[in-house]
């Protein structure tokens, strides 16, 4: 497994915006997936958005609009850009990371993670 370390949280009013960034430099698989997670306050933990090796991406509903998610491959950066940001958007954001077969990597909605970030805190106030 392979650590991954997010940045970026902190306190913001409703409408505001945050930009969360993962550092991914020991993940050095040629193809993957990569997605942003959270997991709010008395909730289960949610996948918000997922993108792989070619930048396919995909979104909760919740965010579709509000939310993109985004890689630098030669700064070893997977980003989660949040705007128009709600109170439900509370919650402590993961990034995680899996290997995959180029198959899977077409499905990464659906592919389990087995690395991952410690969390990083976004509250948003009403």
């Known amino acids: 497994q392979v650590p991954l370390v997010e940045s970026g949280g902190g306190s913001v009013q409703s409408g505001g915006s945050l930009r969360l960034s993962c550092a991914v430099s020991?993940?050095?698989?040629?193809?993957?997936?990569m997605g942003w997670f959270r997991q709010g306050p008395g909730k289960e933990r949610e996948r918000v958005a997922t993108?792989?090796?070619?930048?396919?991406?995909t979104y909760a509903d919740s965010v579709k609009g509000r939310f993109t998610i985004s890689q630098d491959k030669s700064r070893h950066q997977l980003y989660l850009e949040m705007t128009s940001l709600k109170s439900d958007d509370t919650g402590l954001y993961f990034c995680?990371?899996?290997?995959?077969?180029?198959?899977?990597?077409?499905?990464?909605?659906?592919?389990?993670?087995?690395?991952w970030g410690q969390g990083t805190q976004v509250t948003v106030s009403s």
């Open positions: 993108i792989n090796f070619i930048n396919t991406t």
């Open positions: 020991g993940f050095t698989y040629d193809t993957y997936c």
């Open positions: 995680a990371a899996q290997f995959t077969s180029v198959a899977a990597s077409r499905l990464c909605w659906e592919v389990t993670m087995s690395n």
